[in-house]
């Protein structure tokens, strides 16, 4: 997709970012301390396809699913990698434009297409995409490996996207209604294996250089948190809440943070109990 292509840096709202070969992000103007600089609706196409997959529609913003329309051409399938409403209430404002049927791990999100499975291969747009599970971030969040059509499952990816799995930067909130710790701890180990050297695509941030490092020193990142948690609890009390803990471990941060690192508070504590 980047061929013949000035490169555009991020962040630039609303206009095609080549990535790799096969990839390119348009980034909703939607800044904010959750999104960021916004986030990346992802652009998948094999050089020369008339058509295109659209991962992740972002938020219902009508100038955004416009944007997306006209810059892309014809949409062969929309996909969601998780039921965040900055990535999916715009799911109909795109569909109205581009009549593409919508994809995604819950039924209700869904347009003419059934829901997909882990481990399901894509075929559209000249690709071959692979959907591997990842919860963690939440219990629906999928990635998908993105290669030539043809080029055969054992070649490397051209790209990984990653929803809200890895993030551009920082690691990711756990969300506290239905993340789960030991599932995103499953998912870095997975990316960690497959995803060494391969390009990441974010939900929100930047570009992921290597997929599979990020994997790990997120991972490890994790597992450290996990500890702090468990001394903190031990030096605090058994009946100590996830807001005392919270407070305890993370230092300087701003009450909107602090608010925000609870969540993932919430379901370590949770796995703890349960382990």
Excluded: W
């Excluded at 100038?63 to 399938?77: D, P």
């Excluded at 599979?212 to 702090?228: E, I, K, M, N, Y």
């Amino acid at each position: 997709m980047s061929a013949g292509l000035t490169p555009i840096r991020f962040p630039a709202y609303e206009t095609l970012r080549p990535v790799t070969e096969l990839s390119g992000v348009i980034l909703c103007d939607n800044p904010s301390e959750m999104t960021f600089e916004g986030t990346n609706t992802v652009i998948l196409r094999a050089p020369g396809s008339p058509t295109c997959v659209v991962v992740d529609p972002g938020p219902d913003d009508r100038s955004h699913a416009e944007r997306i329309a006209s810059i892309v051409g014809e949409v062969e399938l929309v996909v969601v990698t998780h039921r965040h409403g900055d990535h999916t209430d715009g799911i109909d404002q795109l569909r109205a434009l581009t009549d593409a049927p919508v994809r995604a791990v819950q039924e209700r999100f869904c347009r003419d297409a059934r829901p997909f499975d882990d481990g399901e291969e894509i075929h559209a747009a000249g690709l071959d995409i692979i959907v591997l599970g990842t919860p963690g971030h939440t219990a629906d969040s999928v990635c998908l490996e993105v290669r030539a059509a043809g080029t055969g499952f054992t070649a490397p990816a051209d790209c990984v996207v990653l929803g809200d799995t890895i993030l551009g930067r920082d690691s990711t909130v756990l969300d506290s209604t239905d993340g789960d710790l030991g599932d995103y701890l499953a998912s870095m180990d997975l990316l960690a294996g497959r995803a060494d050297g391969v390009t990441g695509i974010p939900g929100h941030g930047p570009d992921v250089e290597n997929t599979g490092r990020a994997a790990q020193v997120l991972g490890r990142h994790r597992r450290d948190r996990l500890d702090q948690i468990i001394a903190a609890r031990a030096e605090l009390g058994d009946d100590a809440d996830a807001a005392a803990i919270t407070q305890h471990i993370y230092r300087d941060v701003s009450p909107f943070l602090l608010k925000v690192a609870e969540q993932s508070t919430v379901v370590a504590l949770r796995y703890l109990d349960r382990t």
